[in-house]
């Protein structure tokens, strides 16, 4: 015994209404007695582990021990251990020694009877029937396979029929389940299905029409934006004012009219023409003249746009 | 060796070289672009491989925005609005090289290279820096001493052309170029200053803006906004606070602000002079 009980006004207590659901089941997990040990045989890895629905016994179901210390006896499955593959029967029982921490206080000793595990190939699948004196019998499948599946209101699943092998006639129900109680955390059904239940129909938008404008962005990249008064001043540079040179430049070519070229008339065209055939006549060199000839070939871009220019601009004119 | 063979193993785009092989074709977008946009691309094309002086001046040059946009425009995608007012006109000849020399009178000159050599003839490289001295120049429109970061060439032309102003005010092409940011800026407001030098004084009042019309105004714009404001206030049905007023009003030019006054048939006889 410990002399220190100051700590005894802290502890948390089953009783207390207020602790949360996380802290009870932690005590009441604490306080659970252990099932018992290891199983014989080897762990099953986890990949091959199959579940009780998959085997076809589970808990609840009736079953014949058809070897070992415990053969004969007819028992109700507590529980199977996918791990071991084994099952805790209600009947098979064995005893041992318990820690003190873990034993009741009801119990006068540490030595306590405690469900031993029987391992899945030693047990077969039973059942009861009633003969026509009402006399109880029991049924023992030696096998047993599944067949089609049906939703099962009871599990709220699909699962299937279990029937004996070779009498496809026998059918072994599945066994009824437990039924959950309600216990201090439980919601009613009727007011969870109250709060949690709401009506979604496609007429009816999940956003109201005027709460749109809140979700969307007036400021968005990606939306058309143009230009305000305040905008274009402040990206429209001033302009660098005109120098007292320039203005005087600027009042003396006022009056003056802008140079326009014209094309160049037929007289102007032959009197070129004759000009360079008497120069070109002249020359004797055959590697100037073909100098020459390459370069009447060759487009001067300039001298094009000139020329479309003034085109242009005589059309303009007339 | 064959000739044609080693031809044949060249891959084919190396054989493609001819003065009419591009791989920029004009197409639909780059034609969409330049309505949109138009840069002053011209200025690179001005680069030519000779005996250009200021090649390097335009080669690193920072191309511009020159578009005038209106109100109501639609702002181009991904444009960025800036947050301030442009205070000075763009420089087209802002050099993204060698950059102190947006921020002084440099004319021109930038880091040179060459080799250090020694007696073994081991060539190491080394930079020669304008000779740049800090100095107050008086220029005489502004009537104020400017101190700036100068170098001693343009010194020398300073002195040459006859004052501060005279340097900045010259309209040749190669001047503009060498001027650099710092002088565009100082030209920009030796030009304002010229421009109020020449409004009269009448009256022992000076004259701060000539309309159209020929009114001359003795008082600035904030003071015709003064005037502008009760007018507003009046013919709108809701209050109109200050704050508000000047967000909507405060960027007008004087002459707009003006144009604004004469809507509501203001009398000018206040603020102007005969």
């Given at each position: 015994m410990s002399w220190h009980t100051a700590g005894n006004r802290f502890a948390v207590e089953v009783s207390n209404p207020r602790i949360t659901k996380t802290v009870y089941d932690k005590i009441m997990r604490a306080n659970k007695l252990p099932l018992q040990g290891e199983a014989p045989g080897v762990r099953i890895a986890k990949r091959d582990q199959q579940s009780e629905f998959e085997k076809g016994i589970v808990t609840g179901d009736l079953v014949y021990v058809n070897a070992g210390e415990h053969k004969g006896t007819i028992s109700t499955v507590i529980s199977y251990t996918a791990s071991t593959n084994t099952l805790y029967l209600s009947n098979v029982t064995q005893k041992s020694i318990i820690p003190g921490h873990l034993k009741p206080e009801s119990f006068p000793s540490h030595l306590i009877e405690r469900p031993k595990p029987v391992p899945f190939n030693q047990v077969k699948l039973a059942g009861k029937e009633k003969d026509e004196n009402g006399k109880i019998n029991y049924i023992v499948a030696e096998d047993f396979e599944f067949k089609e599946k049906y939703f099962d209101e009871r599990y709220q699943r699909w699962l299937p029929r279990r029937v004996a092998k070779h009498h496809n006639e026998i059918e072994i129900p599945w066994p009824q389940p437990e039924l959950l109680k309600d216990d201090r955390y439980s919601t009613q059904e009727n007011i969870a299905l109250e709060k949690s239940y709401e009506v979604q129909t496609i007429a009816r938008p999940p956003i109201p029409r005027e709460a749109l404008a809140e979700f969307r962005n007036p400021y968005s990249k990606h939306k058309k934006r143009v230009f305000s008064e305040l905008q274009v001043r402040r990206v429209n540079a001033p302009k660098m004012p005109l120098s007292i040179e320039q203005k005087i430049y600027l009042a003396k070519n006022e009056g003056k009219e802008k140079k326009v070229y014209q094309p160049l008339s037929e007289e102007i065209k032959e009197f070129i023409g004759s000009k360079m055939a008497d120069h070109i006549s002249k020359i004797d060199n055959p590697a100037l003249l073909s100098h020459l000839d390459a370069l009447s070939n060759s487009k001067i871009p300039d001298f094009e746009k000139t020329l479309a220019n003034s085109e242009s601009k005589s059309e303009n004119s007339t | 060796m064959n000739v044609l063979g080693i031809a044949a193993r060249l891959p084919t785009s190396r054989l493609i070289?001819?003065?009419?092989?591009?791989?920029?074709k004009a197409s639909p977008s780059s034609h969409i672009i330049q309505q949109t946009k138009s840069f002053s691309s011209s200025l690179i094309n001005q680069?030519?491989?000779?005996?250009?002086?200021y090649y390097k001046i335009l080669k690193y040059v920072k191309p511009i925005d020159s578009t005038v946009y209106q109100a109501g425009q639609e702002i181009p995608r991904g444009f960025k609005v800036p947050g301030q007012k442009k205070l000075v006109p763009d420089y087209e000849y802002e050099t993204m090289y060698f950059k102190r020399q947006n921020r002084g009178l440099f004319g021109g000159l930038q880091r040179k290279r060459s080799k250090n050599c020694s007696e073994a003839k081991n060539k190491t490289l080394r930079f020669h820096l304008p000779n740049v001295q800090k100095s107050k120049l008086w220029s005489e429109t502004l009537n104020k001493a400017i101190q700036v970061k100068v170098t001693t060439k343009v010194l020398k032309t300073i002195t040459k052309e006859g004052g501060l102003d005279k340097y900045l005010l010259k309209d040749k092409p190669a001047r503009t170029k060498t001027l650099g940011l710092l002088g565009w800026k100082l030209r920009y407001e030796v030009l304002k200053k010229q421009e109020f030098n020449q409004l009269p004084v009448i009256n022992n009042q000076q004259v701060f803006y000539i309309h159209k019309d020929g009114k001359q105004f003795t008082v600035g714009k904030y003071k015709l906004l003064n005037e502008l404001y009760p007018l507003v206030q009046r013919d709108s049905y809701y209050p109109i606070g200050p704050v508000e007023f000047k967000r909507n009003h405060n960027y007008l030019t004087i002459e707009e602000v003006v144009n604004k006054l004469e809507e509501y048939s203001f009398d000018f006889s206040k603020v102007t002079v005969a």
């Amino acid at each position: 015994m410990s002399w220190h009980t100051a700590g005894n006004r802290f502890a948390v207590e089953v009783s207390n209404p207020r602790i949360t659901k996380t802290v009870y089941d932690k005590i009441m997990r604490a306080n659970k007695l252990p099932l018992q040990g290891e199983a014989p045989g080897v762990r099953i890895a986890k990949r091959d582990q199959q579940s009780e629905f998959e085997k076809g016994i589970v808990t609840g179901d009736l079953v014949y021990v058809n070897a070992g210390e415990h053969k004969g006896t007819i028992s109700t499955v507590i529980s199977y251990t996918a791990s071991t593959n084994t099952l805790y029967l209600s009947n098979v029982t064995q005893k041992s020694i318990i820690p003190g921490h873990l034993k009741p206080e009801s119990f006068p000793s540490h030595l306590i009877e405690r469900p031993k595990p029987v391992p899945f190939n030693q047990v077969k699948l039973a059942g009861k029937e009633k003969d026509e004196n009402g006399k109880i019998n029991y049924i023992v499948a030696e096998d047993f396979e599944f067949k089609e599946k049906y939703f099962d209101e009871r599990y709220q699943r699909w699962l299937p029929r279990r029937v004996a092998k070779h009498h496809n006639e026998i059918e072994i129900p599945w066994p009824q389940p437990e039924l959950l109680k309600d216990d201090r955390y439980s919601t009613q059904e009727n007011i969870a299905l109250e709060k949690s239940y709401e009506v979604q129909t496609i007429a009816r938008p999940p956003i109201p029409r005027e709460a749109l404008a809140e979700f969307r962005n007036p400021y968005s990249k990606h939306k058309k934006r143009v230009f305000s008064e305040l905008q274009v001043r402040r990206v429209n540079a001033p302009k660098m004012p005109l120098s007292i040179e320039q203005k005087i430049y600027l009042a003396k070519n006022e009056g003056k009219e802008k140079k326009v070229y014209q094309p160049l008339s037929e007289e102007i065209k032959e009197f070129i023409g004759s000009k360079m055939a008497d120069h070109i006549s002249k020359i004797d060199n055959p590697a100037l003249l073909s100098h020459l000839d390459a370069l009447s070939n060759s487009k001067i871009p300039d001298f094009e746009k000139t020329l479309a220019n003034s085109e242009s601009k005589s059309e303009n004119s007339t | 060796m064959n000739v044609l063979g080693i031809a044949a193993r060249l891959p084919t785009s190396r054989l493609i070289i001819s003065p009419l092989y591009s791989p920029f074709k004009a197409s639909p977008s780059s034609h969409i672009i330049q309505q949109t946009k138009s840069f002053s691309s011209s200025l690179i094309n001005q680069v030519r491989k000779g005996n250009d002086k200021y090649y390097k001046i335009l080669k690193y040059v920072k191309p511009i925005d020159s578009t005038v946009y209106q109100a109501g425009q639609e702002i181009p995608r991904g444009f960025k609005v800036p947050g301030q007012k442009k205070l000075v006109p763009d420089y087209e000849y802002e050099t993204m090289y060698f950059k102190r020399q947006n921020r002084g009178l440099f004319g021109g000159l930038q880091r040179k290279r060459s080799k250090n050599c020694s007696e073994a003839k081991n060539k190491t490289l080394r930079f020669h820096l304008p000779n740049v001295q800090k100095s107050k120049l008086w220029s005489e429109t502004l009537n104020k001493a400017i101190q700036v970061k100068v170098t001693t060439k343009v010194l020398k032309t300073i002195t040459k052309e006859g004052g501060l102003d005279k340097y900045l005010l010259k309209d040749k092409p190669a001047r503009t170029k060498t001027l650099g940011l710092l002088g565009w800026k100082l030209r920009y407001e030796v030009l304002k200053k010229q421009e109020f030098n020449q409004l009269p004084v009448i009256n022992n009042q000076q004259v701060f803006y000539i309309h159209k019309d020929g009114k001359q105004f003795t008082v600035g714009k904030y003071k015709l906004l003064n005037e502008l404001y009760p007018l507003v206030q009046r013919d709108s049905y809701y209050p109109i606070g200050p704050v508000e007023f000047k967000r909507n009003h405060n960027y007008l030019t004087i002459e707009e602000v003006v144009n604004k006054l004469e809507e509501y048939s203001f009398d000018f006889s206040k603020v102007t002079v005969a």
